[in-house]
Each structure stands twice: as C-alpha cells, then as structure tokens.
C-alpha cells in the first residue's frame, strides 16, 4: 500500500531527498571505517531489493539467494582472471547465468506446482548443491578460493572496477537508487498489479486472467538477474571468492533480512531494514571486542534475536511504522 | 570392490535409521501442528551438545543419557510451542517458517558462542569393537544405534496408535475444529506434540553421537537433511520418515564411496530435486 | 447460437459423482439461474466452466469454440469472469487494486484499468471505500469487491457463486438492480447461483435445476417453482 511515491506528501519527498543528499555527501565527511560500513549497508539494501521482487511482490519464499550473487560474482569473475575481460562486459555474462539458473529452478518448481515452504527448501537445494559444486571446481579455484588481482587504490578505474573505496561506494549508491526506481515503476506497472495478486491469491489471480506460471517465472527471472548485479559487485569490492562463504546460507538469510525487518513488499522496506540492522550489528561486535569478547556467532544471534522480534511484534516490518509515525505515508 | 560397496550400503542403513529418528519428529510436528520446524537441526546439535556436557560431566554413555536428554528436550519443545509457535499456528505460513528461521539462527550461533566451532565428541568403550559376517563388517556402535533408534520409533508408533493421547492428537491433525468441538484440548496436545518431536530429536541426537562428532555449523545441514528425508518419505507419513531415511542413508553412504566422499550431499540434493518433480508427495505421503 | 453451451458434462472426484450428463444451454445477454440443495453440485459445474477442473465427459463451448481443459486464465481471458463461493480477496491491497486487477484484464495500461476499476467500484456503490485495504472491508462488502473484480474483465458472461448469501432484503434489491442495469445497457450474459429466492425470481429469465449432480428440472421461473419434484427437493410447500 504504502508503495509508490505519487501521492506522497511533500515531507517524504524531502525526507528522500535529504536522505540522498546525505548519501552523497556521506565520503567527503566520514572516515574510512564507515565509509566501509555504508557500502555494506547499500549493498544490503541493493540484495534486499532484488530478493523483494520474488519475495515481497510475488511471495515466492527464496532461501537460496545466495546462489545468484555467486554466480553473479564468478560469472564475472572468471571472465576478468581468465580472458581479461571488463566486469562491465561480465555483467552480461552473469546476469545471463543466474537468469538461466533462476528460469530452471522456477520452471522445476512452478511447472510442477511446488510453492511455499516445499519451494523455499528447493531453492536450499540448490544453492548448496552449487555450493558444493564449486568446492569441487579447481579451474575456478575450487574450496581454496578464487582471487582476483587487487590493483592500486590510487587511481580510479571504473572500466575494470579497480580502484578507492570511494569509487565502489558511488557504484553501490548508484545501483541502490537505480534499484529504487526501478522497483517503484515495477510495482505500478501491470506486471507489478499481477504480482501482488499472485502473491495475495493465486486461484483468484487465474480467475481474473493472469497467467500465474508466465509471471511467476517473470519474477524470478528479474529478481536473479539483479542480484547477479550485486555479485559482480561482491567480486570485484572483495577480490576474493569462497564457495563456502558465497554460496552459503548463512549469506542467503542476511539478504532477507533487510526486507524482513524493514518491510516486505514495500519499496523502502530493504533499504530501511538494511541500514538499521548493519550498523546495529557491526557495533554491537566493537563494543564486545571494546569490552574483550571476541566471539564469532556473536551478530549472527543479534540478527536471529532482531528478526525474531520483528516477527512477533512488528510483522509487517518497520517501514510501515515508522511511516505512520513521521507521516511519511500516502495520502488516502 | 563390491565388499566395499557392500559394507558402505549397510554402514547406511544402520545411520540411516538413526536420521530417520530424527526425521520422524520433524515429520509428527509438520503432520499434527502443521509448522515447519525449521530449527530441527539445530535443536538437534543442541540436544547432542547436552549429552556432551553429561559425559564430561558425569561420564554418561550417550545411551544411558538418552533418557534424561528426551525429557529435556521434551519439555523445551513443548515450551517452544506453547510459548512462542502458537501464536504463529493461524498465520500465513512464511511467517512461522521465518519464525523458525529466527530460532534457528539463535540456536546455532548460541551454541557457536557456547561451545565454539571445533568438534566435540564423546568415545565410548565399545567404540572399536565390530562384529563380522564374512565380508561384513558392522561396529558395534552402529548397530545400538540403529537398534535403539528402530525401538524408539517402534514406541512412538504404538503411542500412536494405542494411548488415548496418541489418538487424541492424530484426531487434532485430521481435524482441528473437530477436535476443539469434543472437547481436546488442542493448545496443550499440540505443545505435547511438538515436545514428542523435540524428544525423538533428543534420543537421535544421543545416537547420533554414538557414530560420529558434533559442531554447532552442522545445524542447517540436519535440518536440510531431516527435510530432504521427510519430503522424500511423504510429509506427515512416520512410516515413510522411517523408510526414506534408510534410503537416503544408504544412497549418501553409497555415493561417498562411488564419488568423492565430500560430494555425498550432491547425491541427496539430487535425490530431493528428483522427488520434488516427479513425486511430490514423497514416496509414501497421500497426494492432497 | 448460445452463448454458452454444456453438454453432458460429468465430474467425478475418487468415487463421489459430483456431476452427471449436465446440459444447458445460455443464450446472449440472458440471466439465467442454477439453483438446487447445497452439495447438488451447482459449484462444481461452474468451477468445471471456469476450467479449474477439466470434465470427465461431454463438452462446454463458448461462443461456439470449446472450452473445456482451458486453464481458468484462458477462460477469463476468453471472456468468462466468475466470483468464488467463499470469496478470495487480496487482502494486503486496497479495494480498488483489487478491481484494477481484474481490469488490467480488458486493459494493459493502469491508468486506464485505474478509471475503469473506479467506474464499477461506483456501479457497486463502493466507491467511498476505494482506498481502504480490503481486509478492513465487511463480508457483504467483501463480497461486492468480488463481483466488482469480475466484472471489470470485461467478460460476456458472467459467473456468480451465492453473491446475496448474507445480504438484507434492500440490499439484496440493489445488487439485483445492479445486475439488471448492467445486463440491459451492455448485454453482459450472467448465471448466477443462488439461494436467495428473492433474487432469483426477480432477475431470472430461466432457472436449472441441479439435485445430487444432475439435472432435474429447467424452465421459466414460475414453472421450475411449482414443479413438483424441485418443491419435494429443494423448495418446500412453501417457497415463497
């Protein structure tokens, strides 16, 4: 409901606007730590966004995202390391693999009539099942890893994607608000009204026409492919790929949380829920490792304890809340 | 070679019961309450760890500390369910899935907090000891563990079926109204219910520790596997749990050996994705 | 030629004969009515229509081409709109992208499916709730968004599952008045399924009627109401 900004009083368009402008500024006047900190905020809000289109508009329950930024990152990966091509080049690439990975997996599910909690587990499946077979993968680097050059910080070279913090932290920025628009124009779009029917009935969403397959498979497809954006992203900020840590699910649960606690199916429900949680989190681990407990698991029962409280008290995520809160809402 | 193949298959099945313990809760929990526990695994390390702790402890044989496991288990699952699931029961089913997400993200990194990554196991006695049949041969722990497992699900199936509380629960999973309108208290049969689940997820994980070692990161991969085998077996069918399980036991221990031992988890992703388009409802299970 | 034709259909489902040798006919811009005791079938055979199940014998044409098999999208898409016995609403969006859904049907711009969804919403006196989330609404109202929805897919006919069940007398007077108006000015061909006698005497111009999956009598109103074996059945000494 609360989803497209024409209508929007004039506070939320300059709330948005402030927002952004603090974005923008956000390098000039933050140190290196935090400039760090935000691009893993975006990049959150970016991955959140993505898994919001099957998710949040369609409701198909994907577990297994994590296996698009990985072949999204190794797509683009192995074209640069190994025929010393352009990540701009490899994007085409990835985003052609997880398309195509989304479109078997939808097609495997949706053909047969799998939803729900029996699809969720499918796409787990998945996921480890490339997982494991990238483990196995030595051309690629296998369980060791797959590395790519890191190249000076000096110079800034967006063609290959080389170069300062500064530099990934505009691409990120750019592709957050580029997922924001495109996002909203989907929602108000017919394919975004069939979506939501989908997602809010699908026996009366066939009753009125819609082809629930086509569209169904319409949302994967979108979805993987922009994900595919964020793991040329991951590839080429990191310079280090782990099938363990990439395919991983532990990786597919904290893209959904953004969504999850921000709000799924709302526009500013990933983005919100990203840029609280993140940072939340990072500090609650410096302030353990300030008071000298330095243990790993530590965020990960933060996110299970927030996530658990989101579900039971605010279930349909903070966005909504906050939105009636500051009047930031639609007008009705 | 085909001794090899031969020891692997019944290696297998005798770990292949003992996962079907474990999917058979996993399997009255989704039949009776209709949530999809995704914790189970994680639930499971839990119980396996507490049966660490008995053995430094007290030196508990993991058998002998099955029984007190159980009712720990047992009644942290029935709190679980009333407490907190419950209110989840009228939801739409996401949300009781991410609700179990939750739980078993807290419970794994809990149990990473607690006890750290490294394995822990417990070595029993008899550890080494195998019998042999010609070109068999069984450890002695394997087959406790299977034998154990097979009677505890042996238990379940009659309680199922004889006690009065057996069947006032399948009455619940047949027809909730129903059994609200007689008169059942269908809150507390369900917390029961689940408290049954969590209590076979003890006992498997008592047995569990019998064959192998524990780290909290083998959570998920239990939970994934208890789904693998309950969905291959036909959700909601104990008999199908049981017989999927040996099955997937079987054909994990028989890719090991015919692949690369670490590629094993292929073999069951495969057997699921295959079973998940052309029977869906599992070998066993009824088609709704 | 009819509208709609049925002939012969059988539904079984694992031993229950749900239906049996239907047939009837629809002709353009007709009301006609289904009406019979609860169990007789009469949703079974407009879930058979709308192709969310395929028949076990004999065949359905629309328009002259046949339609059984279809999936029921091809059906909406091939000019049949229907409403569902125990409505299904999308609760998480407003009423009136509840209509622009099934508008986006005769329309692929939204603006447009926007205007039109706002036009029938007003036709269904429903106007003023526009915008409010359709889990908020109350079953009646539920009920008229399930009609509204239907009907601006811009079908030929229309399919209506029990859509008074609940209503007061005036209300069940003003959706019957809707009903007419919209017949007379467009032509729109409507079954309906109903218990509510009232309505039915006063928009039908011809009743069906089904008993445990089969036809047991058709006709003018005032004759299938004093046939003897729908009064023994359904009616009663007393039907109206």
């Known amino acids: 409901m609360k989803l497209l900004f024409a209508g929007l009083p004039q506070r939320a368009l ?27 905020m975006l990049y959150f809000a970016y991955a959140g966004q993505a898994w919001n289109v099957m998710m949040g508009f369609t409701g198909q329950l994907s577990l297994g995202h994590s296996l698009y930024v990985g072949l999204g990152a190794y797509a683009a990966a ?54 494991i077979g990238f483990d196995h993968w030595t051309w690629l680097g296998g369980s060791g890893g797959l590395f790519l050059p890191v190249a000076n910080l000096n110079s800034n070279d967006l063609l290959n994607l080389r170069g300062a913090p500064v530099m990934f932290y505009y691409v990120m920025l750019a592709m957050c608000v580029a997922a924001l628009a495109f996002c909203r124009w989907l929602l108000g779009s017919r394919l975004g009204y069939y979506w939501q029917a989908i997602r ?35 590839a080429f900020y990191y310079n280090n790929l782990f099938p363990e840590q990439i395919f991983s699910m532990g990786r597919s649960i904290e893209i959904i949380l953004g969504p999850m606690i921000g709000g799924l199916g709302t526009l500013f429900g990933p983005i919100i829920g990203a840029f609280v949680l993140t940072p939340l989190a990072d500090g609650l681990s410096e302030l353990l490792q300030w008071v000298g407990i330095d243990v790993p698991g530590v965020k990960q029962v933060f996110y299970g304890v927030c996530l658990l409280l989101v579900i039971v008290f605010l279930p349909h995520g903070i966005w909504p809340v906050l939105a009636r809160r500051l009047k930031l809402e639609r007008e009705h | 070679m085909s001794d090899l193949y031969l020891n692997a298959a019944v290696g297998g099945a005798l770990t292949g019961l003992v996962y079907g313990l474990m999917a058979l809760g996993l399997s009255v929990i989704f039949g009776v309450v209709r949530v999809v526990n995704f914790a189970h695994g994680e639930m499971m390390t839990a119980a396996m760890y507490g049966a660490i702790l008995l053995a430094q402890a007290f030196k508990l044989d993991p058998l002998i500390a099955m029984a007190p496991i159980a009712v720990a288990m047992f009644i942290l699952g029935y709190g679980l369910q009333r407490g907190l699931i419950n209110a989840f029961v009228t939801r739409p089913e996401h ?65 199922f079926r004889f006690t009065l509380t057996g ?54 991969s239990y939970t994934l596997l208890a789904f693998i085998i309950v969905i291959v077996g036909g959700m909601g069918s104990l008999t199908g749990a049981l017989l999927s399980g040996l099955l997937v036991g079987v054909s994990e221990a028989l890719a090991g050996v015919m692949f690369d031992p670490s590629a094993k988890s292929m073999f069951t992703f495969a057997l699921l994705i295959l079973v998940l388009l052309f029977r869906p409802q599992g070998l066993l299970g009824r088609r709704t | 030629m009819a509208l709609l034709e049925v002939e012969g259909i059988g539904k079984h489902f694992r031993g229950l004969r749900a239906l049996h040798e239907v047939s009837f006919s629809i002709p353009q811009g007709a009301i006609h009515a289904m009406i019979g005791p609860n169990g007789a079938g009469k949703t079974t055979c407009f879930n058979v229509i709308a192709g969310v199940y395929k028949p076990d014998g004999g065949s359905i044409r629309f328009d002259g081409k046949p339609i059984d098999g279809l999936r029921p999208d091809q059906i909406c898409r091939a000019g049949i709109g229907r409403t569902f016995q125990v409505v299904k609403p999308f609760p998480g969006l407003s009423v009136l992208d509840n209509v622009v859904v099934g508008a986006l049907n005769a329309t692929a711009d939204v603006a447009h499916a926007r205007k039109e969804a706002m036009r029938v919403l007003e036709l269904l006196h429903l106007a003023d709730k526009a915008r409010h989330p359709a889990a908020s609404l109350t079953l009646p109202e539920r009920k008229r968004v399930e ?36 017949n007379q000015e467009t032509g ?45 059945c359904y009616l009663g000494e007393e039907a109206l």
């Open chain 1, 78 to 131: 192995m074209m640069f390391t190994k025929f010393g091509i352009n990540p701009w080049v490899g994007l085409l690439v990835a985003v052609a693999t997880t398309t195509a990975m989304g479109v078997i997996i939808g097609f495997l599910a949706f053909r047969f009539g799998i939803g729900g909690v029996y699809f969720a587990i499918l796409t787990i499946a998945f996921s480890e099942f490339v997982r």
């Open chain 1, 200 to 234: 809010e009935n699908e026996d009366a969403a066939a009753a009125l026409g819609i082809p629930v397959f086509r569209y169904k498979m319409f949302a994967v497809m979108i979805s993987s492919a922009m994900t595919a954006f964020a793991g040329v992203f991951y």
């Open chain 3, 188 to 232: 729109l061909t409507i079954l309906l399924i109903e218990h509510v006698m009232r309505a039915v005497m006063a928009l039908a111009q011809h009743i069906v009627v089904l008993h445990y999956g089969e036809k047991i009598s058709e006709g003018a109103p005032q004759e299938v109401v004093n046939d003897p074996k729908v009064l023994e």
């Open chain 3, 147 to 182: 009609v509204a929805r239907a009907m601006a897919t811009g079908p030929r006919l229309l399919l209506l599952d029990e859509v008074m069940a609940g209503l007061r007398p005036t209300e069940v007077d003003e959706m019957v008045a809707v009903f007419r108006r919209v």
């Open chain 2, 95 to 159: 949300t009781q899935f991410m609700l179990l997400v939750a739980v078993a993200i807290i419970l794994t990194n809990g149990q990473l907090i607690a006890f750290g990554p490294d394995t822990a196991s417990v070595q029993v006695d008899y550890a080494l000891d195998s019998y042999q049949f010609g070109a068999l041969i069984i450890g002695k722990v394997q087959i406790i563990a299977a034998g154990t497992a097979l009677a505890v699900s042996g238990a379940l199936f009659a309680f």
């Open chain 1, 14 to 40: 300059a709330a948005l606007g402030l927002f952004l402008l603090l974005l923008l500024v956000a390098p000039w006047v933050v140190n290196g730590y935090i400039l760090s900190l935000l691009v893993v």
């Open chain 2, 167 to 220: 069947r006032a629960i399948r009455a619940c999973a047949d027809n909730y109204l129903g059994a609200q309108v007689v008169g059942l208290n269908v809150r507390h049969l369900y917390g029961l219910t689940f408290g049954i689940g969590a209590a076979c997820l003890g006992a498997a994980g008592c047995l569990q520790l019998l064959l192998t070692n524990v780290t909290p990161l083998q959570g998920p």
